[in-house]
């Protein structure tokens, strides 16, 4: 398996290069995205680790390179970063077709696992990972980690090139010092004497490159074992000048020494000559270990040359000027492109403006101001016609200098869309402000917190807008009125749950604290992860028309009251309660009038404070109202005036305000109906006169209508007596006839010479004329020991009837059972008289023919109301039946003849018949018992 790992720093791949070779993979090496890409179109290549930070090309473009090439996007994909290293970073390249994400540095062992996991993974049939997202968004989202890796490496450069710029001042600060501290660490001297050619090193010189101390050491000696054979002709040169001259001082020189076990080390030497007669001079030098030094300038360097690298990458203009004389330093790629040449050295107000001085709105002043800060502003470029975003800031070049960095993003489009939103707003601002009511956005909480609110706030509720937005003075949920708070918050949460807009109807309290009905629609706002937001939505005043709907509905609820309530005392309980739910009713009375005694009295009376029953009518307010004919709005004031002027007495407790109506009866005034209020001086206002003069109207009514009808119970009742003594009469009377038939009857069977069938038919003609008269004796029997002097139950009736009917038959009800499936059905005595005698005619019937020979059988017996009204009758039995083609109706029978004619003619029904198994009979009468008797 052959692996291509991509990474500028030769370290780093000689690691991993050995590392995948000891675990048997093939490698090949590519120092940048576009070498890798060479060389994937030349060999067949199983893997790809590459890290993300290079020149030319990176690993983010590299890795949208392959997963965008047909022929190379199922090649797995690893980005190995320790640059790119935030949770974003990794999204990033997830959503460019990465197949794994490996921060640097790491255990081997997990790097090994990495790999053979994504290996594992690119085995499945449908592998083959592309770009999430389409191009335009990458390439978004490529710019915003390339700007925000930017922004990281400008803040550290700066701080790590002003630390070492900072150490490399106190460096050359205490350089003088140094030079004669022998023991300091990293730092040592010695004395050349020139003429002997020998060197003694100080114990500082001998720690520092880790020789012993009693070693000695000569020029010879010191080229071969300590000097850099690269620097040593430099070395001579340097020290030949030096003793050529006739200054006594060495200068400063910075080469390369060997430590005893082969370390390099980088030094800075400085020194004296001291020059003797006759002799060759003395040197005495300085070497201070600069390793660390060069170490920290060569990271600078190379940090300066990635940020550069970094912001060649970047889709937006950047580039670097000189804060004095404005010569641009730096330009990236984009910029260059953009402008079509390079602009280095150029100066910048007249490339980018076109000017010929620095233009009036350069930020040197500003952002020298806000030092390591940086400075956010929009302009608009009349030379190029687009508007930009621009961040500029100080930053330190690294020859020290403080220049102006800045990036300049395109927001030609953001802006024409928000200059678009804004007329939009502005045109919504228009229609909402004309609208009855009031638009809004606000948080799911309790308080219902205000985010935004239109200026219809204040017709709606009486506050500004700005009151309630954020909970300034108060929140929203606290206007609410307290007994719809709950409902509010529950219609809300459910339309929520169920992803539906929510509806209601509440009250809320005005700043003058008013009731209002308002309504709401609304519905929650959702991102693009489904999280809720906000609420959205509107609130109007329905406060007019939902008053008039509780009024309607209380008017409509008293009149009902009016039809279900024979008492006074409780229509008015009713009457106050209901009216309770528009006008103040803590304080309310009927009054009436009695003329012959000149008294009032209240047989219904609600109050705080006074609890009259009679008392004279005299000039109280309900005496004048009485007087007057006419409604009556009493405040205070109006009292006392009335009082002033002699046409009114107050009797009881002062009231803040009155409001009472006359109760009329054909025009003639029997009494009033009140309200009052012992603490609230404007409870009550014109309109409410109206509800309270419809109410006296209806109590009016009602105390007539309960005089009207005492009258008529008294009557009725002496005509219920009247009526049940006239059933009980007319029941004993059929009773002596029944009785008077049965002795006859008897006699008959007594006289053992008569044998003859006329003597029979006789019998028989007694025992059906008795069972006729003990059906109809039966209804009246029924009737009398009702409470309901018109109707009777049909269930009860037909139990009762049919033991009497088989009585007559006792030879053939012995073995004939009888099934009874009857329903309550209310029936009047019109219908259940000839109902009992055709019930009678058929069951005798089948006693007396559908069992011949005492043969067993069973009569059924059927009975229920439909949904349509009817009445239906079933009698069957599983006798012996009739012959097919025998026509019952034609059949010369006065009982079946009469059957027909009081069913068919007299109760308007049906009836119908089936010889089949036995004989059925159907029978459907309509339901009369709601009729009205006269």
């Excluded at 020494?257 to 390099?264: A, E, M, T």
């Excluded at 008017?555 to 024979?566: F, G, H, P, Q, R």
């Excluded at 259940?832 to 005492?854: C, H, M, Q, R």
Aim: proline content about 3%.
């Amino acid at each position: 398996m052959t692996i291509l790992l991509v990474d500028d720093r030769e370290e780093n791949l000689y690691m991993l290069e050995t590392l995948l070779k000891h675990s048997g993979y093939n490698v090949l090496k590519a120092s940048n995205g576009l070498k890798a890409l060479e060389i994937l179109k030349k060999n067949k290549i199983d893997l790809i680790i590459s890290d993300i930070f290079m020149p030319v090309m990176d690993g983010f473009q590299l890795c949208y390179k392959v997963k965008t090439d047909k022929e190379l996007h199922s090649i797995p994909f690893i980005i190995h970063t320790a640059t790119y290293t935030e949770a974003k970073d990794e999204e990033f390249a997830a959503k460019i077709g990465a197949d794994g994400f490996i921060i640097k540095p790491c255990q081997p062992q997990f790097f090994l696992e990495k790999i053979t996991e994504v290996m594992a993974d690119s085995q499945n049939s449908d592998y083959g990972s592309q770009p999430a997202l389409p191009e335009k968004e990458i390439l978004q989202l490529y710019n915003e980690r390339l700007v925000s890796k930017l922004e990281r490496k400008v803040l550290q450069s700066e701080k790590e090139l002003k630390a070492r710029l900072k150490i490399e001042q106190n460096l050359r600060e205490s350089e003088g010092r140094l030079i004669e501290a022998q023991h300091l660490a990293r730092m040592g001297d010695f004395i050349w004497d020139l003429e002997k050619d020998e060197i003694s090193f100080s114990a500082g010189l001998y720690d520092l490159l880790r020789y012993d101390r009693f070693e000695t050491f000569n020029y010879a000696r010191l080229n071969a074992d300590i000097h850099y054979p690269d620097d040593l002709p430099e070395i001579t040169r340097w020290l030949n000048n030096a003793l050529d001259s006739t200054q006594d001082k060495l200068p400063p020189k910075e080469y390369r020494i060997i430590r005893k076990d082969k370390k390099v080390l980088y030094v800075r030497a400085t020194g004296k000559i001291k020059r003797r007669t006759g002799k060759k001079p003395l040197i005495f030098a300085t070497i201070l270990d600069i390793s660390e030094l060069r170490k920290a300038k060569f990271d600078l360097q190379k940090e300066h040359d990635e940020m550069l690298a970094l912001f060649d990458n970047v889709e937006d203009v950047i580039y670097v000027t000189d804060m004095d004389t404005y010569e641009i330093l730096f330009v990236n790629r984009f910029t260059k492109k953009s402008f079509g040449k390079d602009l280095i050295g150029d100066i910048c107000y007249k490339e980018f403006q076109h000017l010929n001085e620095p233009c009036e709105f350069c930020t040197n002043k500003i952002i020298k101001q806000l030092k390591n800060k940086s400075y956010q502003w929009e302009y608009h470029n009349p030379v190029t016609d687009h508007d930009y975003d621009i961040r500029d800031r100080m930053i330190q070049w690294p020859d020290g200098r403080q220049v102006r960095f800045e990036l300049a993003r395109d927001i030609t489009e953001r802006k024409k869309a928000e200059n678009a939103l804004k007329e939009s707003q502005r045109q919504l601002s228009t229609l909402m402000s004309n609208l009855p009511g009031m638009a809004y956005r606000c948080k799911n909480d309790p308080d219902w917190t205000m985010e935004f609110i239109s200026e219809g706030c204040l017709q709606l509720t009486g506050y500004k807008n700005e009151t309630l937005v954020n909970n300034a003075d108060l929140s929203y949920g606290d206007i609410i009125h307290p007994e719809d708070r709950q409902m509010v918050w529950n219609e809300v949460q459910a339309g929520l749950q169920e992803n539906r807009p929510f509806q209601m109807s509440y009250r809320i309290i005005t700043a003058s604290r008013e009731e209002k009905w308002v309504w709401e629609q609304g519905q929650g706002i959702y991102d693009s992860e489904n999280n809720l937001v906000s609420l959205e939505g509107f609130i109007s005043d329905i406060n007019k028309r939902k008053l008039g709907e509780i009024k309607q509905e209380i008017l409509y609820k008293i009149s009902d009251a009016l039809n279900t309530t024979n008492n006074v005392t409780d229509l008015c309980t009713r009457i106050r309660e209901y009216l309770g739910k528009v006008i103040d009713t803590t304080n309310f009375y009927v009054a009436l009038y009695d003329e012959d005694t000149q008294t009032i009295s209240l047989p219904f009376d609600v109050d705080e404070k006074d609890g009259f029953q009679v008392f004279p009518a005299g000039k109280t307010l309900t005496a004048y109202v009485i007087k007057t004919g006419e409604p009556l709005l009493a405040s205070k004031q109006l009292m006392d005036k009335l009082t002033r002027e002699g046409k009114i007495e107050v009797i009881g407790s002062r009231s803040e305000i009155w409001l009472g109506v006359p109760l009329k009866i054909e025009d003639k005034v029997i009494g009033v109906i009140a309200v009052q209020s012992y603490d609230t001086p404007n409870l009550y206002k014109e309109e409410d006169i109206k509800i309270l003069t419809f109410v006296s109207e209806e109590i009016a009514i009602a105390i007539k209508r309960t005089q009207s009808e005492e009258l008529i119970r008294k009557e009725l009742m002496e005509k219920n007596t009247l009526l049940q003594e006239l059933y009980h009469r007319t029941k004993n009377n059929m009773q002596v006839i029944s009785s008077m038939l049965n002795m006859q009857s008897r006699k008959f069977e007594q006289e053992k010479s008569v044998k003859s069938n006329c003597l029979n038919l006789i019998k028989d003609t007694f025992q059906e004329i008795t069972n006729r008269i003990n059906a109809m004796s039966l209804v009246h029997q029924k009737l009398y020991q009702s409470k309901d002097l018109s109707r009777i139950n049909l269930r009860e009736y037909i139990e009762e009837l049919l033991p009497q009917i088989s009585q007559g038959y006792n030879k053939q009800s012995g073995n004939v059972s009888v099934n009874l499936e009857l329903k309550d059905v209310l029936i009047d005595i019109d219908s259940a008289i000839p109902l009992g005698l055709v019930l009678n005619e058929l069951v005798s019937n089948a006693y007396k023919f559908a069992f011949p020979d005492n043969k067993k059988g069973e009569i059924t017996i059927i009975l229920n109301k439909e949904n349509d009204g009817k009445i239906h009758l079933t009698i069957r039995d599983n006798g012996i039946g009739v012959p097919e083609d025998l026509n019952l109706r034609e059949h010369n029978s006065m009982g079946l003849n009469t059957m027909f004619t009081l069913i068919e003619y007299q109760l308007k029904g049906t009836v119908g018949f089936k010889v089949k198994n036995g004989l059925r009979w159907d029978i459907i009468i309509n339901d009369n018992s709601v009729n009205t008797r006269v």
